[in-house]
């Protein structure tokens, strides 16, 4: 294993067939996650110093192609600028209505581009997580790698008036190497993140070892893995060939089953969470965020519901399961490595 590369051990038994026993605060049944991805401002585009502009993920990226050669497109800019000017605070207001708090991925140069958002959100009380620098790749290296993320740390801060954030992670990226740089920039930078959500693995959290101890030695803290989910996804609006949704109840319908399923597991004493994943310029449609908000209405009624942010999560879970170097899942990271 080379410094500037990691090769993480594959599990495939995780928790096995009891699940991670034990209960949420207060008897809680499930932890229900919304997040926000926060990309509008950070896209690809000329205006951002790039090449071309976006090509995907927008009202027409299934025949959008993107502007070569520094042409801006205007079409396509006004398709992110929407989320911003008029999804946002159709969002906020929603939010507040019912009183609960999101976890932020925030692509840095967005915070920065935005206005009065950034601390508008610290002051409703949202978690300001991390989406990397850009909404694009971060470098093709260990050291580009950093770089971007030591950039979006500066950004964040700057745009936030906070020291502490960002308290998360998700890029979305396959690369593993990117957990590994996410790991050395948290040691060089003594920035408390608390969890890691790079992973798609589980319905619950769950450790791995540290990438940085693996690589370069010292001692294992544990990365925790509070994993993502493609399929409670309002991206699906925008799936082509079918594969997606196209009309809100269609939407809601998969929440309201994923939800049941996992509630009904959680009575059962399974630590089990649900994520919600959300774009501005995606639900924040006049129709589409219907579905968000009878969802919303749906969880409401139903008792023993742990409405949370990721950062709230992580520290639970700290607390209650901290990192284990025994057990059946350490077992198979330090005996099966490939």
């Known amino acids: 294993m080379t410094a500037d590369y990691y090769l993480p051990p594959r599990d495939y038994v995780g928790y096995g067939l009891e699940s991670r026993p034990g209960v949420w605060p207060e008897g809680k049944k499930i932890a229900v ?4 991805n926060y990309e509008e401002g950070a896209e690809s585009t000329p205006w951002n110093g790039d090449d071309g502009s ?3 993920l927008h009202e027409l990226h299934y025949d959008r192609k993107a502007t070569k050669g520094g042409k801006r497109d205007g079409l396509v800019e ?3 600028e929407y989320g911003i000017r008029q999804g946002l605070p159709r969002l906020i207001k929603l939010f507040r209505q019912y009183g609960y708090k999101w976890t932020t991925w925030t692509c840095a140069r967005a915070f920065e581009v935005t206005g009065p958002y950034a601390k508008m959100l610290v002051d409703d009380g949202h978690e300001i997580a991390c989406h990397g620098n850009r909404w694009q790749m971060h470098g093709n290296n260990l050291e580009e790698t950093k770089a971007h993320i030591h950039k979006s740390f500066d950004r964040l801060q700057a745009a936030t008036g906070l020291k502490d954030v960002p308290t998360g992670w998700f890029v979305g990226s396959g690369h593993q190497s990117i957990k590994l740089a996410r790991a050395t920039v948290h040691r060089e930078r003594n920035v408390p993140l608390l969890y890691c959500s790079d992973a ?4 619950e959290p ?3 070892p540290d990438p940085y101890a693996a690589v370069h030695g010292g001692k294992d803290e544990g990365m925790l893995m509070i994993p ?3 399929c409670t996804n309002d991206h699906l609006f925008f799936v082509a060939q079918g594969a997606g949704v196209s009309a809100p109840d269609d939407w809601l319908e ?5 939800f049941d399923m996992l509630y009904a597991e959680g009575e ?6 649900m994520t919600i994943a959300m774009h501005n310029r995606f639900v924040c449609k006049p129709g589409r965020i219907m579905a968000l908000k009878r969802f919303m209405a749906y969880i409401s009624t139903k008792p023993d519901v742990w409405v949370c942010t990721r950062r709230e999560i992580a520290s639970f879970w700290r607390e209650k399961y901290p990192y284990e170097k025994e057990g059946p899942t350490y077992k198979l990271h330090s005996e099966h490595l490939a």
């Open 33 to 36: 996650s919304f997040i926000l």
């Open 206 to 208: 769950y450790w791995v």
């Open 228 to 230: 993502y989910s493609l």
């Open 54 to 56: 976006c090509p995907t």
């Open 78 to 80: 006004d398709m992110f």
């Open 200 to 203: 798609y693995s589980g319905d």
């Open 254 to 258: 998969m929440l309201k089953a994923e």
């Open 268 to 273: 059962r004493g399974a630590a089990k969470m």
